[in-house]
């Protein structure tokens, strides 16, 4: 029995190797995974049509079809084609149809002239489907896309071929581009939107605006925010600097009362007498006493009617008015004239004593 199935054996094995089957090369084709799954077209068109136009479709690959079967194609082209009917018909496609299962159909539409190679160029097919996906898609779509438009005679592995890189190669370029930035764009610009806030600011701004221009006085001028500054524009050479170098210098008098002349008495009616018209000083009563207020006309920051208005009478109220916080004693203490007492007082020297 062991020598019946050992001579059995090699029977097959020096079969095999001689008349080399084309099933057993297509397996042999499919296990190596070669890149010959292309050829089962031009294996499948020898047999329909002319040789020389599969062969300048398909370019290298059936070169090295032609170079490896170079031995046996020879044969089975023209003459075995009837004894590969006979003898390869039977024992092939069951032993090729059941690892592929789904092909079990298809071998049977063929006709039987072509039967021999129809089989491989089948079970080539449906493993080419793979290798599609797996081995290059873009350049595989491109040669499958430029062979639907250019042959129709393998209207079978068209469809499989261009589905299976058209599928990869639309979300690659369709779904890259426009579905990720646009959301995140969308988002951005909604993200921004929402952050940067700017008719929001705007609105606060101009609701600030109007208010900034009143923000400034408020702190301070709480109380006075309705008066407008009534300042003027001194000469030059007369500014508060200039004021406190002239009012300090010892050689000038700005008393108007001579060099050396002592303090006066002053009552309201001599009071009245200086208004600073008529060639006469214009003198003021502050906090009881009186001030030649001449001198410093030309340096007031409010101008010189402002100053005038104090002019031959007690202004202590309307300085008080304006501008209490100005210490009139210290910047006028070279102006000073004398006290101011009543009428019935003007003689009298006690307090003129006690002022120098
Ligand atoms: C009593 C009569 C006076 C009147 C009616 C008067 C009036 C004014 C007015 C209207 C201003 C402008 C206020 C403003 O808009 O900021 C002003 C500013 C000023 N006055 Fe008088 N003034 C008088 C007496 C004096 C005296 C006697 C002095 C000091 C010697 C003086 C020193 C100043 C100073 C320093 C300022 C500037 C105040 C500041 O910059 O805030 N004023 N005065």
Known sequence: MALIGLSLVLASVVYIAIRRPPFLQTLIAFWRGDPRIEQPPTTRSLPSGSR??????????STDNTSRDAPSEPTTATAKGAEAARMAMPPPPPVIRRPNGSAAAKPASPSPETTPKAVPSTAQSSSSIPSFSLSSSPPASAAALARTSDSTTTPTTLPTISAAPSSPAKP????????????????????????????????????????????????????????????VTLEPGHSPLDWARLANHP??????????????????????????????????????????????????????????????????????????????????????????????????????????
């Open 52 to 61: 020389s136009h599969t062969g300048t479709d398909h370019g290298s690959a």
């Open 172 to 231: 690659f370029t369709t779904s890259m581009a426009p579905p990720p930035r646009p959301p995140t764009l969308n988002g951005t610009i909604n993200s921004t939107s929402s952050l940067l806030a700017p008719p929001n600011r705007g609105g606060q701004q101009h609701a600030r605006q109007p208010g900034t221009s009143t923000l400034a006085p408020p702190p301070t001028h709480s109380s006075k925010p309705s008066k407008p500054s009534r300042k």
């Open 251 to 356: 050689a000038s008098d700005l008393r108007g009362l001579g060099p050396g002349a002592p303090y006066v008495r002053v009552t309201p009616s001599m009071l009245r007498r200086q208004t600073g018209r008529k060639g006469k000083d214009a003198w003021t009563a502050l906090g009881g006493r009186v001030y030649n207020m001449t001198p410093y006309l030309p340096f007031h920051p409010g101008g010189e009617p402002e100053l005038l208005r104090a002019a031959g009478r007690d202004g202590t109220r309307l300085f008080g008015e304006i501008h209490p916080w100005v210490n009139y004693e210290t910047m006028l203490s070279s102006c000073l004239i004398g006290l101011l007492v009543d009428e019935g007082e003007a003689e009298g020297g006690g307090e003129m004593d006690a002022m120098d």
